[in-house]
């Protein structure tokens, strides 16, 4: 599904990502954790279409797409759920929603992909006339992966989906990840809560100063001694 081979990128004037090599197969949940700073959105970014590397190559299902367009990235199966939320505030739950399904392979579905995003999110559906802005954290959080999968995603990009949440709302957020996968999407997730990232993974990564400084099963991260002092800080 999705394949990252050499990329380099830079943020501002700082070398932000070094040769990063990570790969993410059909159906799978692959993880990337690391300490701040260490080039995890960047990574999100560049994949995304969002932040154009300097060199390496990105491939999501065979087809190269580094460098391209956003728009053009979501036209092959992609969407990000981006760090942050960031919906648009004023606007009501059913148009964040809808702008979600923008893209033409999308939009013909898009009655069908609102009900599955509502059964997914029930609070959703009673809130679909609301501003985003009256949403609490955690719904807008719904709001952000609803919107992203009105896309029709074959890919969905997590960038620190439990950020600034409640515990009980984290825990609701992860389920939603399992069935979001369980409908045959692949996932790659940036997430700071390690424990729980590495739970639902089926491939985990450690990015540290640009690098991937370890890559394995989620027990092989879980044991290793690199994500235990640079994440941890055990």
Same mark, same amino acid.
């Given at each position: 599904?999705?394949?990252?081979?050499?990329?380099?990128?830079?943020?501002? $004037?700082?070398?932000?990502?070094?040769?990063?090599?990570?790969?993410?197969?059909?159906? %799978?949940?692959?993880?990337?954790?690391?300490?701040?700073?260490?080039?995890?959105? #960047?990574?999100?970014?560049?994949?995304?279409?969002?932040?154009?590397?300097?060199?390496?190559?990105?491939?999501?299902?065979?087809?190269?797409? #580094?460098?391209?367009? *956003? =728009?053009?990235?979501?036209?092959?199966?992609?969407? #990000?759920?981006? @760090?942050?939320?960031?919906?648009?505030?004023?606007?009501?739950? =059913?148009?964040?929603?809808? /702008?979600?399904?923008?893209?033409?392979?999308?939009?013909?579905? =898009?009655?069908? #992909?609102?009900?599955?995003?509502?059964?997914?999110?029930?609070?959703?559906?009673?809130?679909?006339?609301?501003?985003?802005?009256?949403?609490?954290?955690?719904?807008?959080?719904?709001?952000?992966?609803?919107?992203? /999968?009105? *896309?029709?995603? +074959? &890919?969905?990009?997590? $960038?620190?989906?439990?950020?600034? &949440?409640?515990?009980?709302?984290?825990?609701?957020?992860?389920?939603?990840?399992?069935?979001?996968?369980? !409908?045959?999407?692949?996932?790659?997730?940036? @997430? !700071? $809560?390690?424990? +729980?990232?590495?739970?639902?993974?089926? +491939?985990?990564?450690?990015?540290? %100063?640009? +690098?991937?400084?370890?890559?394995?099963?989620?027990? $092989?991260?879980?044991?290793? *001694?690199?994500?235990?002092?640079?994440?941890?800080?055990?």
């Amino acid at each position: 599904m999705l394949e990252i081979r050499g990329l380099d990128a830079w943020y501002g $004037d700082a070398r932000a990502l070094w040769g990063v090599d990570l790969d993410a197969g059909d159906g %799978e949940i692959v993880c990337i954790v690391g300490p701040n700073g260490a080039g995890k959105s #960047t990574l999100v970014h560049a994949v995304a279409g969002l932040h154009r590397p300097v060199g390496g190559r990105v491939a999501v299902g065979g087809v190269d797409l #580094t460098g391209i367009p *956003a =728009h053009r990235v979501c036209d092959h199966g992609v969407a #990000t759920v981006p @760090e942050g939320r960031r919906v648009f505030a004023r606007m009501s739950v =059913h148009d964040n929603l809808c /702008l979600g399904a923008y893209r033409g392979g999308a939009r013909a579905g =898009h009655r069908e #992909t609102l009900a599955r995003v509502y059964g997914l999110f029930p609070r959703l559906r009673e809130r679909s006339a609301q501003a985003a802005a009256n949403l609490s954290g955690g719904e807008q959080q719904m709001l952000a992966i609803g919107r992203a /999968l009105m *896309a029709r995603p +074959r &890919l969905l990009l997590m $960038d620190e989906p439990s950020l600034g &949440l409640a515990p009980v709302v984290v825990e609701e957020v992860f389920e939603a990840i399992r069935a979001i996968n369980a !409908q045959g999407v692949s996932v790659v997730l940036v @997430e !700071q $809560d390690v424990e +729980r990232a590495l739970a639902v993974a089926d +491939r985990a990564y450690l990015l540290a %100063e640009g +690098r991937i400084a370890a890559g394995g099963t989620p027990a $092989d991260l879980r044991d290793s *001694a690199d994500v235990r002092r640079t994440v941890l800080g055990l």
